[in-house]
């Protein structure tokens, strides 16, 4: 298929175009610079040009933003939303955050619907935010049922950026399907939602400053950074992200994924255990972690994990296999030694 990818210069919108061209489709991708789509375009020398190539989309903010990247010839069968905000440094939760997660996602349905009626599938990607709900029970399994009761009225009462960001991603997707009920477009949805994301760094990393913000851990721990004390594990769940990104391509070809979320988890997550494999897989790095009590604050809580989790419809459904914590987490930690030597 011809598929628009958004966000090609992310962490995850690298590994979606590479999963896409190696599954034989043909990708223009959205990035914000010329400078972005050189990088990516060098990373990749074996890439023909038509099957690869890029769109400048500099503010996903305004509605209008993708109004020329949804256009294409041959047209576009397939749109794959993956740019949204993933950080912390916000000054403004609603126009840093909120605005480009929501009028980004609303924005190019309505580009697509208005441009691009070839286009039958449309995936977008989610999160575990938009179902992450602070009132579930403790022993509960979360699943495709859930939803993060956030409101556009209550999204501003965010305590911190990281409630920010979960609310951003809630509202975008409760707006998307939203948008499908009211305009019943020739498309139909596919929903992503994955858990805290690790994996591979893309090649045309600049600075381990510029990691994304779900491998930050993975740097701090390798920098010896977190030595003193492992911070707290802050997520209940992880994903590798070539799963990921195998997930959106499956869930761009598949006609029955249409109309559906999919929850992507490989496991529980704690960072004690991330840390047990980097000093397993890579002694040289076992000076520079926490041990001892310094590990306290990264262990599962009393109990164990607070929550389980069904996935069993992105198995039985997109017949994924997730990768295990340790191989995602020795390849994440190989890429940033490469990225170490490289820079
Ligand atoms: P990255 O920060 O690496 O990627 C975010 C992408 O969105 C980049 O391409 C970025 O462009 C683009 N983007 C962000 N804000 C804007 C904006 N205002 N205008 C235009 N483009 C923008 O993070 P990830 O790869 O981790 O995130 C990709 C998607 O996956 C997001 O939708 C995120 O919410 C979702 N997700 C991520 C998880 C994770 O743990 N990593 C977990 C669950 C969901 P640029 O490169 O120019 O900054």
Redesign the pocket.
């Known amino acids: 298929s011809r598929i628009l990818v958004?966000?090609?210069?992310?962490?995850?919108?690298g590994v979606v175009v590479d999963t896409l061209l190696a599954r034989g489709h043909s990708v223009v991708t959205t990035?914000?610079?010329e400078e972005?789509a050189e990088a990516m375009r060098a990373t990749r020398p074996d890439i023909a040009q038509d099957r690869l190539s890029f769109m400048i989309?500099?503010?996903?903010?305004k509605l209008d933003a993708f109004d020329a990247a949804v256009v294409s010839d041959p047209p576009f069968d397939v749109v794959v939303h993956?740019?949204?905000?993933?950080?912390y440094a916000i000054t403004d939760l609603q126009r840093d955050m909120l605005d480009?997660?929501v009028n980004?996602t609303v924005g190019i349905l309505q580009s697509i619907v208005k441009h691009a009626p070839t286009v039958r599938r449309v995936v977008i990607?989610?999160?575990?935010?938009a179902m992450y709900n602070d009132a579930k029970p403790a022993g509960s399994k979360y699943s495709e049922e859930d939803w993060n009761p956030v409101t556009p009225e209550t999204a501003l009462d965010a305590e911190n950026s990281q409630a920010g960001?979960r609310s951003s991603?809630a509202l975008a997707e409760k707006a998307a399907w939203k948008f499908v009920e009211k305009h019943k477009p020739s498309f139909t949805l596919s929903m992503i939602?994955?858990?805290?994301?690790f994996g591979p760094v893309s090649a045309s990393l600049r600075s381990l400053d510029e990691i994304?913000?779900?491998?930050a851990r993975i740097r701090d721990f390798i920098l010896g950074k977190s030595k003193d004390k492992c911070p707290p594990t802050g997520s209940q769940f992880w994903v590798d992200?070539r799963d990921v990104a195998l997930a959106h391509a499956l869930a761009a070809e598949k006609p029955e994924a249409g109309g559906k979320r999919f929850f992507l988890t490989a496991d529980n997550l704690c960072n004690a255990d991330v840390v047990a494999v980097i000093a397993e897989e890579f002694p040289d790095l076992a000076a520079g972690l926490p041990s001892g009590d310094a590990l306290a604050a990264g262990q599962f809580p009393p109990g164990g994990p607070k929550y389980g989790f069904d996935t069993s419809r992105s198995v039985r459904e997109l017949g994924l296999q997730y990768r295990t914590l340790r191989e995602s987490i020795s390849d994440t930690v190989m890429s940033i030694q490469a990225a170490q030597n490289r820079l």
């Open positions: 958004t966000g090609g210069s992310g962490f995850l919108g990035v914000r610079s972005k989309v500099k503010d996903i903010a993956t740019a949204s905000p993933f950080h480009p997660a980004g990607t989610s999160s575990f935010a960001y991603k939602n994955p858990s805290l994301i994304n913000t779900s491998n992200v």
